[in-house]
């Protein structure tokens, strides 16, 4: 065990300050703060997280208070963070946990899997700091770290298996979710993707990758396919009186489902045409459209949507937000179309 060893001094003295974290060596958090830093985490680096992370935590302070929420506040405060899916299971396994859990978290990998929006990087993550459980959380940050101490040469997704076999056998009994912490920390600070630092890093002379000239090129990965590009519009419906924002809660299913957004067509392979978007269009009147498109890029394809403009009376039961409570309430992609609207509507 002298990995870990090595890896909890280091830890003891350079562990971040992050806000859902106890020091090294405290009694762990609540359960409920690990679950959420995990879930708002995932593909998205702390930074970010931190305030989002107050914010919930003020508005929220506990599962049972976040389960009680209205779906469509929580999306609201979520707005910007990106995976929207995250946001929809956060709110699903908050009432989980609520309704048929007592208001507490299971305390075992298996029945944190068995919540929704629970994988098994976060239910190892929540199980080894919040419930001190031996077992291993394995992210990007700890495949990259573990791949280069065993020199592990099978590209990724195909060396993941051997990696958190790796990863496992170096938990120690004691103090796992310290340990779980430091992993996550060496990867982000030190072992970092295209220049480790290795002179820096607690595990050098335990590294089979470093000494054999192979850390910067781990873990190896298959070529990735290009992404496919979708296209779609959206349509910014200013209400004459005001210039509040016509806006539409999108479907459950897909992505930003349950998101509040612009209205618009299904976002398809070509361009829509001319038909599909008078079929579309939430009002009648001269829809302009804006010189610029909003780009957008996501995990698996990239986004362009065509943006049209007009204001008008209101339309009757459509729903008008203020511009900047829209902005506010809608995620990244719609946000940058109701940004070129508003700047194509000032000129």
Request: aromatic residues 6%.
């Amino acid at each position: 065990m002298r990995e870990a060893e090595r890896l909890l001094a280091w830890y003891d003295a350079n562990a971040r300050v992050l806000p859902w974290r106890a020091p090294p060596g405290a009694p762990p958090p609540e359960p409920y703060r690990v679950w959420l830093s995990e879930i708002m985490l995932q593909q998205t680096v702390a930074a970010t997280v931190k305030p989002y992370f107050r914010r919930f935590t003020e508005l929220w302070p506990d599962v049972r208070a976040l389960a009680a929420a209205a779906r469509e506040d929580v999306l609201r405060e979520w707005a910007g963070l990106g995976y929207y899916a995250r946001a929809r299971n956060l709110h699903a396994c908050a009432k989980a946990v609520a309704e048929d859990h007592g208001g507490r978290f299971p305390d075992t990998v298996e029945g944190l899997r068995a919540l929704p929006g629970i994988g098994a990087y976060t239910a190892g993550a929540i199980a080894a700091i919040a419930f001190g459980r031996p077992v291993a959380a394995v992210d990007g940050n700890v495949e990259r770290v573990v791949s280069r101490l065993r020199a592990i040469e099978a590209p990724l997704p195909a060396a993941k298996a051997e990696i958190a076999r790796a990863a496992q056998a170096m938990v120690p009994g004691a103090r796992p979710g310290d340990f779980a912490q430091a992993m996550m920390d060496l990867g982000a600070t030190i072992c970092a993707p295209k220049a480790p630092r290795c002179l820096l890093c607690p595990l050098s002379g335990l590294c089979e990758g470093s000494a054999r000239g192979l850390a910067a090129s781990l873990p190896r990965k298959a070529p990735k396919a290009a992404k496919p590009e979708r296209r779609g519009a959206v349509f910014a419906h200013f209400r004459a009186e005001d210039g509040a924002l016509l806006v539409v809660t999108r479907p459950e299913k897909g992505l930003l489902g349950g998101m509040i957004g612009l209205p618009g067509p299904e976002w398809t392979a070509d361009p829509p045409d001319e038909a599909t978007l008078a079929a579309a269009a939430p009002a009648p009147g001269s829809w302009r459209r804006a010189e610029a498109s909003a780009r957008h890029v996501f995990t698996h394809f990239s986004l362009t949507l065509d943006v049209l403009w007009a204001a008008g009376p209101a339309q009757p039961g459509a729903r008008y937000l203020p511009v900047g409570e829209a902005l506010a309430a809608t995620p990244t992609a719609m946000r940058k179309a109701i940004r070129i609207a508003l700047a194509a509507r000032a000129d």
